[in-house]
């Protein structure tokens, strides 16, 4: 029998302000965090751009990204996120 764990896996991903996020990937991840914020913005790349500003002017701090999990990635490093997990 072929073992199947990690098949059914899937992102969570915890805020700051208590909200909490499941995805298969990352883009979903991002996607509805950009439904949650309300954002109109037309594109995810335009709506990262303007989070990344925003986490410039809050913080202080600079976010690098070069796709949807390094985006995730460092939303956790400046404690916006406070927990990436794989559940079952």
């Known amino acids: 029998m072929l ?3 990690g098949l059914c896996d899937v992102l969570r991903v915890s805020f700051i302000d208590g909200l909490v996020l ?3 990937t990352y883009q979903e991840i991002v996607e509805k965090l950009q439904e949650s914020s309300f954002d109109e913005t037309p594109s995810l790349d335009d709506y990262m751009k303007r989070v990344e ?3 410039q002017l809050q913080t ?11 985006f995730v990635s460092e939303l956790k490093r400046v404690n ?4 990436i997990e794989n559940v079952e």
């Open 3 to 5: 073992e199947t764990k």
């Open 22 to 24: 499941n995805g298969d």
């Open 53 to 55: 500003k925003r986490v």
């Open 60 to 70: 202080g701090e600079s976010i690098s990204y070069d796709d949807f999990e390094s």
């Open 80 to 83: 916006i996120v406070t927990q």
